[in-house]
């Protein structure tokens, strides 16, 4: 019902760029720190997707977003890109699988250096542990209202993710849970 509801009030994006794939609804603030939490992708053009939360750090409130077939190279180089623009955002780049990649393309090549450190390693470690972690914040925001949560496209995808038969959480067959995981990275990081 929170979901639908914010579906509803969930404003169009001020601007559009990268094809569509980049949803802006708040430009970057002088003097605001920002957060650019991304999920890498492994799958190809048919596999998930690569995403990128921008979120405010003093109010977790999202302001852009990014969802698309990429490859790590071009993820990384659109990372960098997008958390210059917003004054030199922390990257929050999960770990896992593809990331290790993105990590290493974006200190060795673009030399990019605000990366999020987790237990003295740059980037967030997704686990048993601190997966919940993630996703209960991102259970609180709509909780809270959803007034954070711009994209109509997070707030979809948040209504096809589940918890299946033997209690795991993800999204439901055929579809996708990229946007949410990217968004619970960046509000439990930013915590």
Request: proline share 3%.
């Amino acid at each position: 019902e929170a979901i639908e509801r914010r579906l509803r009030e969930a404003p169009m994006p001020v601007e559009l760029r990268w094809g569509g794939t980049l949803q802006i609804w708040l430009t970057p603030m002088a003097g605001r720190e920002y957060l650019v939490a991304v999920d890498p992708a492994g799958g190809g053009s048919e596999g998930d997707y690569a995403a990128m939360q921008v979120v405010d750090a003093a109010t977790g409130l999202q302001c852009a977003e990014f969802q698309g077939h990429c490859g790590l190279m071009e993820l990384s180089q659109r990372a960098v890109e997008l958390a210059r623009e917003y004054n030199g955002a922390l990257l929050i780049v999960e770990r896992n699988n593809h990331g290790a990649a993105v990590i290493g393309y974006l200190q060795a090549t673009l030399g990019y250096g605000r990366l999020y450190q987790q237990e003295g390693q740059a980037g967030w470690l997704t686990t048993a542990l601190s997966r919940p972690r993630a996703l209960q914040q991102v259970e609180q925001a709509i909780n809270q209202g959803g007034q954070s949560l711009m994209s109509a496209r997070l707030l979809r995808e948040m209504k096809t993710f589940v918890r299946d038969e033997r209690g795991r959480t993800g999204a439901a067959e055929g579809q996708h849970d990229d946007l949410v995981m990217a968004m619970g990275i960046a509000l439990a990081a930013r915590n």
